[in-house]
């Protein structure tokens, strides 16, 4: 069966699937879970993959709320993952709309058991991943630790926008918490007994944000207190700040912690505090493999999909940061964005609405075409795959 049977093949399984499909995300939609509590989300997911009968699913797969459903044959051909994630945001739901992606990884999924099966035998192995708390500390980070990608050719995933963006900017990104340590004491009547925690969290703050002036472009720095005292009367013993450091480039954040760690320890001293600087965890920055890209941009074109709408503004926008960079750097990943069909921005109550729309399942399923039409070419096209591996092995070092 030639390549373009195949997509076929692939496009008409999606679309059979669809109603679903559909289901599926509106029950996670519904039912938001937080990162590492999504087990509503995974027994939905694993299910519809029994249903729909791939012969290896691996529940609680790394992470209680993790999985791996895997079709195919290594020896017949290259390896796909294929990555999801079902977790969403405090208090606004799907904001990031977190249940299309995860119905567009299972999509790609079914389509390319369908090619399998119309070919009589499989070219090559998916591995659809359900990689929890994409929102805290990334899950994919312990799906990288455990080695799940080491015998990976390319990986990809696809993330709902307000526009379509081929190359999103992605940037590395540490977390960080500093917890401040004083001295309690009544405020009123005995004040110079303490040593004031909350001083030390406000001066740091104020530290930062005075540094953030002489910040190179794309570097960036946003901080709460999760820790600011219990009473007015009471001066506070302890305090705490959280950070999200970001820098485009994953050399730079190291100098970037070096520096809000200066600001840290200056606010201790000033205050008489002691102070514990934590790093939790980074995403690396993501690594768009050209190549797949363009491949992905030809099958998208066929399906009518203009690619990186808007495309000048888009580009010069500072982007957010995602576990998927550290895949890019473990094998070669594509990450494109899809609209829909919504004027608004992700992280907003208006795209938790929009998200839920049965709308966007048209952009959705597309997207998944799109993207199992891809994964067909890499897979049955042996220069193209050599191609994608030569331009990773330059740009990951």
């Known amino acids: 069966m030639d390549i373009e049977k195949l997509k076929e093949v692939a496009c008409e399984a999606i679309d059979q699937a669809a109603e679903d499909l559909a289901k599926l995300s509106h029950f996670i939609w519904s039912n938001p879970e937080l990162a590492h509590e999504e087990f509503k989300a995974h027994d939905a997911v694993t299910e519809i993959l029994d249903k729909y009968k791939f012969p290896q699913v691996d529940r609680k797969f790394i992470l209680p709320t993790g999985f791996r459903a895997v079709c195919g044959d290594k020896a017949k051909g290259p390896h796909v993952a294929l990555l999801t994630e079902y977790d969403a945001l405090p208090e606004i739901g799907h904001a990031s709309g977190h249940n299309l992606i995860v119905e567009s990884g299972v999509a790609i999924a079914i389509a390319l058991k369908a090619c399998f099966e119309a070919a009589g035998q499989p070219f090559g192995k998916v591995s659809l991943l359900g990689t929890p708390a994409e929102e805290q500390r990334g899950g994919k980070l312990s799906f990288v630790k455990a080695q799940v990608f080491k015998d990976v050719d390319f990986a990809m995933t696809a993330h709902p926008s307000q526009y379509y963006i081929s190359r999103p900017n992605y940037v590395a990104i540490s977390e960080v918490t500093m917890h401040f340590t004083g001295v309690e004491a009544h405020a009123a009547e005995f004040p110079w007994e303490g040593v004031n925690a909350l001083d030390a969290a406000i001066l740091c703050y104020n530290n930062v944000s005075c540094m953030?002036?002489?910040l190179p472009p794309g570097?960036?720095?946003?901080?709460?207190?999760?820790?600011?005292?219990?009473?007015?009367?009471?001066?506070?013993?302890t305090a705490a700040l959280e950070y999200y450091i970001r820098t485009p480039k994953n050399?730079?954040?190291?100098?970037?912690?070096?520096?809000?760690?200066?600001?840290?320890?200056?606010?201790?001293?000033?205050?008489?505090?002691?102070?514990?600087?934590?790093?939790?965890?980074?995403?690396?920055?993501?690594?768009?493999n050209e190549e797949m890209t363009k491949t992905y941009e030809e099958n998208a074109s066929r399906l009518g999909i203009q690619t990186d709408t808007d495309k000048e503004s888009i580009l010069k926008k500072l982007?957010?940061?995602?576990?998927?960079?550290?895949?890019?750097?473990?094998?070669?990943?594509?990450?494109?964005?899809?609209?829909?069909?919504?004027?608004?921005?992700?992280?907003?109550?208006?795209?938790?609405?929009?998200?839920?729309?049965?709308?966007?399942?048209?952009?959705?399923?597309?997207?998944?075409?799109?993207?199992?039409?891809?994964?067909?070419?890499?897979?049955?096209?042996?220069?193209?795959?050599?191609?994608?591996?030569?331009?990773?092995e330059v740009e990951s070092q």
């Open 219 to 237: 570097w960036m720095l946003h901080g709460i207190v999760t820790d600011g005292g219990a009473r007015p009367n009471i001066i506070p013993r």
């Open 212 to 214: 953030r002036q002489q």
């Open 251 to 288: 050399r730079n954040l190291k100098k970037l912690e070096k520096m809000l760690k200066n600001c840290v320890d200056g606010a201790a001293l000033a205050t008489d505090c002691d102070v514990k600087m934590k790093l939790h965890s980074t995403f690396l920055n993501l690594l768009t």
């Open 319 to 392: 982007g957010g940061s995602t576990d998927v960079g550290n895949v890019s750097y473990e094998v070669p990943t594509i990450h494109p964005k899809f609209e829909i069909g919504a004027d608004c921005n992700t992280h907003s109550m208006d795209f938790t609405t929009a998200a839920g729309d049965p709308k966007a399942q048209k952009y959705t399923l597309d997207m998944a075409k799109a993207l199992a039409m891809t994964c067909i070419d890499i897979m049955l096209k042996p220069e193209l795959l050599a191609k994608i591996k030569a331009e990773f």
